[in-house]
């Protein structure tokens, strides 16, 4: 099994940019898709991102479209989310989140999905 470990996230102006990394363990990691969710104060887990270890399936909530990037480093088993223009509304806590990559084109959103998650981190943008 895959464990999943996020160093701080951390606090940010509006318009400002961050990345989260997230280091896997224990499985191989070209095995896992890799994703990101996050959850803000009284709201559900939301998808934001998720890719393959190729990077042919790739996709993004629209919520972050065009502002987030979400890219893996296979060489040193990390997944990182880039986050640009942020926003206040994308305050939240931040999972990383993976599940084995049976090859499906399938685009996997939902919590329920990816069985591997890490134990978040925090971000938060001012405004």
């Known amino acids: 099994q895959v464990q999943l470990v996020e160093p701080g996230g951390g606090l940010v102006q509006a318009g400002g940019s961050l990345r989260l990394s997230c280091a896997a363990s224990?499985?191989?990691?070209?095995?896992?898709?890799m994703a990101w969710f996050r959850q803000a104060p009284g709201k559900e887990r939301e998808f934001v991102a998720a890719?393959?270890?190729?990077?042919?399936?790739?996709y993004y909530a629209d919520s972050v479209k065009g502002r987030f990037t979400i890219s893996r480093d296979n060489a040193k088993n990390t997944v990182y989310l880039q986050m640009n223009s942020l926003k206040p509304e994308d305050t939240a806590v931040y999972y990383c989140?993976?599940?084995?990559?049976?090859?499906?084109?399938?685009?996997?959103?939902?919590?329920?999905?990816?069985?591997?998650w890490g134990q978040g981190t925090q971000v938060t943008v001012s405004s």
């Open positions: 224990g499985g191989t990691f070209t095995s896992y898709r």
């Open positions: 890719r393959n270890w190729s990077g042919s399936s790739l």
């Open positions: 989140v993976a599940r084995w990559d049976e090859g499906s084109i399938y685009y996997y959103t939902k919590a329920s999905d990816f069985g591997f």
